[in-house]
């Protein structure tokens, strides 16, 4: 059974501090998203890629958060130097292209930073 | 700008009692439509989609949707429910054409009385 894998799932850290999520989409899939989820915001849409190129960031605070996908079987979300208004739940999905588009969700990274 | 709007915020209901959450779009194009389920502290997972076809699609667990193209709407319905279908509910609607990412309403949560 197929499924996204993200790690960490549970991330304290202090303020300041480099935070790395990671995420590995499904095989095959070549759509990658990363969004976050917080009580306030509801699901907000971070990073979007296709065939690991950016073709979305503009929902993410440029200043200190960048995404990339070194390769097809990673993407990576960091926050630097990060902020206690980042505590959230950081999901990554992907999805194959094709007819319907659907995601598939990985379990999330929930992050607190102190 | 293309939105998707869930009106109920909040439902509560007892066991055995009917649902339905309402969706409603603003595009009058093609879109492919989903529902994704997320239960208690777990990640957002497919319930059903809409892409083509008979327009009153079945999902898992008992529930079904029926896409109103006349009237842009997308409801979820369940004749029963049950005590485990306590969670938050996400429309999301793809507007074919254009970047293929989906715009995700703000959800509605659920909660079933025993």
């Known amino acids: 059974d197929a499924r996204v894998t993200q790690t960490p799932r549970h991330k304290v850290t202090e303020m300041g501090q480099e935070v790395t999520m990671r995420c590995q989409p499904i095989?095959?899939?070549?759509?990658v998203f990363w969004y976050r989820q917080t009580m306030m915001q509801g699901l907000e849409l971070l990073a979007y890629?296709?065939?690991?190129?950016?073709?979305?960031d503009s929902g993410m605070p440029k200043d200190r958060f960048s995404a990339e996908m070194p390769d097809a079987t990673l993407a990576t979300l960091k926050i630097q130097p990060s902020e206690p208004r980042d505590s959230a739940v950081y999901f990554c999905?992907?999805?194959?292209?094709?007819?319907?588009?659907?995601?598939?969700f990985g379990p999330g990274t929930r992050l607190t930073v102190t | 700008a293309q939105s998707v709007s869930q009106h109920n915020h909040h439902v509560i209901l007892s066991e055995a009692a009917s649902l339905e959450l309402g969706c409603n779009y603003s595009?009058?194009?093609?879109?492919?439509l989903f529902w994704y389920v997320q239960y208690p502290g777990q990640h957002l997972q497919l319930l059903l989609k809409?892409?083509?076809?008979?327009?009153l699609v079945k999902g898992i667990k008992g529930f079904e949707a029926e896409f109103i193209k006349s009237k842009f709407s997308f409801n979820l319905r369940k004749p029963s429910v049950q005590w485990s279908d306590t969670a938050e509910y996400f429309c999301?609607?793809?507007?074919?054409?254009?970047?293929?990412?989906?715009?995700f309403g703000r959800g509605t949560s659920l909660i079933v009385h025993p």
């Open positions: 999905a992907s999805g194959p292209e094709g007819t319907s588009y659907e995601q598939y």
């Open positions: 095989l095959g899939h070549n759509t």
């Open positions: 890629f296709r065939n690991r190129a950016p073709l979305d």
């Open positions: 595009y009058g194009g093609t879109v492919n």
């Open positions: 809409y892409f083509s076809g008979d327009p």
């Open positions: 999301a609607v793809i507007f074919l054409g254009g970047s293929y990412i989906p715009t």
